[in-house]
């Protein structure tokens, strides 16, 4: 098994990721690995300020390049305090989101310069990079119908039009073919028990390590 790695979980908004981030975690460990679970915007007290900077609706406009620096502010915090720490103490982390997620919502969904977002991503991680992505993808009309039976979408970017959700998973699904040895694309539309099958077989090539999956 490889020693460590970073493990992210992406998708649009209901797809399904925080559910799936918990069963891989829970599969890590029955193999005997330490793990860390986290997620962005987030993962330490400081970065879950920043989030809620990010995410809360209030007077003022965020504009789509602080929205972006927002993120990767939040992510160097995280990288800094936790997920650097722990892969070089040989923990697993499983990341529900990642900077995918930057290119997808803010470069794909608000037009952000997809070079600058790869500027910022090659300072703020410079070693630090997924060994495997899991990329659940469903229908967008299928995933806010299960995230507002759960909650209503009311974060700023939850509200967001469905077509700013079809340019996110358009983004998301263009990332995938660009990169198919590290991103690994689910039909997250098949039930829960089904998911998880498409997930264990990527992972199982993941852990082997000596090379992507
Ligand atoms: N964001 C950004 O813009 N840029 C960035 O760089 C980053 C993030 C890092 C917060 O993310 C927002 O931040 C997000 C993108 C932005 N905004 N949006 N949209 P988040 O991950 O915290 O929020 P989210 O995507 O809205 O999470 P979510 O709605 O909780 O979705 P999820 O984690 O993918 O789904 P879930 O909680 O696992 O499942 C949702 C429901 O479906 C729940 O009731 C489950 O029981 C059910 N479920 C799960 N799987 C299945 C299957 N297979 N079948 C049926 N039902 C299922």
């Given at each position: 098994?490889?020693?460590?790695?970073?493990?992210?979980?992406?998708?649009i908004?209901?797809?399904?990721?925080?559910?799936?981030?918990?069963?891989?975690?829970?599969?890590?460990?029955?193999?005997?690995?330490?793990?860390?679970?986290?997620?962005?915007?987030?993962g330490?007290?400081?970065?879950?300020?920043?989030?809620?900077?990010?995410?809360?609706?209030?007077?003022?406009?965020?504009?789509?390049?602080?929205?972006?620096l927002?993120?990767?502010?939040?992510?160097?915090?995280?990288?800094?305090?936790?997920?650097?720490?722990?892969?070089?103490?040989?923990?697993?982390?499983?990341?529900?989101?990642?900077?995918?997620?930057?290119?997808?919502?803010?470069?794909?969904?608000?037009?952000?310069?997809?070079?600058?977002?790869?500027?910022?991503?090659?300072?703020?991680?410079?070693?630090?990079?997924?060994?495997?992505?899991?990329?659940?993808?469903?229908?967008?009309?299928?995933?806010?119908?299960?995230?507002?039976?759960?909650?209503?979408?009311?974060?700023?970017?939850?509200?967001?039009?469905?077509?700013?959700?079809?340019r996110?998973?358009?983004?998301?699904?263009?990332?995938?073919?660009?990169?198919?040895?590290?991103?690994?694309?689910?039909?997250?539309?098949?039930?829960?028990?089904?998911?998880?099958?498409?997930?264990?077989?990527?992972?199982?090539?993941?852990?082997?390590g000596?090379?992507?999956?």
């Amino acid at each position: 098994m490889r020693r460590a790695g970073l493990i992210t979980l992406e998708g649009i908004e209901g797809a399904g990721k925080s559910t799936l981030a918990a069963w891989v975690a829970e599969w890590l460990r029955a193999r005997g690995a330490s793990v860390r679970l986290t997620r962005e915007p987030g993962g330490t007290a400081l970065a879950e300020r920043v989030r809620r900077i990010a995410l809360e609706p209030g007077a003022e406009r965020i504009c789509a390049d602080a929205e972006t620096l927002l993120m990767f502010a939040a992510r160097a915090i995280h990288l800094t305090n936790l997920i650097r720490p722990a892969l070089e103490r040989g923990e697993w982390v499983v990341c529900d989101r990642f900077t995918d997620a930057t290119r997808a919502y803010q470069g794909a969904g608000r037009g952000v310069d997809a070079e600058w977002i790869e500027v910022l991503a090659a300072h703020v991680q410079r070693e630090v990079t997924p060994v495997c992505t899991l990329l659940l993808d469903l229908p967008v009309a299928l995933g806010l119908h299960r995230a507002r039976a759960r909650h209503a979408g009311t974060d700023r970017i939850e509200s967001e039009t469905e077509s700013f959700f079809q340019r996110v998973r358009a983004g998301y699904l263009a990332l995938a073919r660009a990169e198919p040895t590290r991103i690994h694309l689910l039909d997250a539309a098949e039930p829960a028990d089904s998911v998880q099958r498409q997930a264990a077989a990527v992972l199982e090539r993941c852990v082997k390590g000596g090379g992507e999956p």
